[in-house]
């Protein structure tokens, strides 16, 4: 699979959630990199190298996809060609 079989597109939502968290926590621009990266060349983990989680009971629009980076969570669908990144936060005790 080449590098660039999927384009990453990411929400309004998920650029607010961005630029809020990117103050207080500076690797999460490497971190937002390294996931375009990964899911721009694996967003169903077929390599199975990566610490992507496809979610049980979530429909589409909601992130049926996590890609897990360090303390980072990323929250993803995959549509067709385009991934489209829905949701970018910490993980915390309460997040579940």
Do not use: W
């Not at 190298?49 to 589409?60: D, F, G, Q, T, Y």
């Amino acid at each position: 699979m080449e590098a660039s079989a999927y384009s990453v597109l990411t929400t309004s939502h998920f650029d607010r959630l961005m630029k809020k968290l990117a103050p207080k926590h500076p690797e999460l621009v490497d971190r937002f990199e390294e996931a375009v990266a990964i899911l721009s060349a694996d967003p169903y983990n077929k390599s199975r190298r990566h610490a992507i989680k496809k979610l049980e009971a979530v429909p589409a629009g909601q992130g049926q996809y996590r890609l897990r980076s360090g303390r980072l969570r990323f929250r993803y669908d995959i549509e067709g060609t385009d991934v489209v990144l829905l949701h970018c936060g910490l993980r915390r005790e309460d997040t579940y």
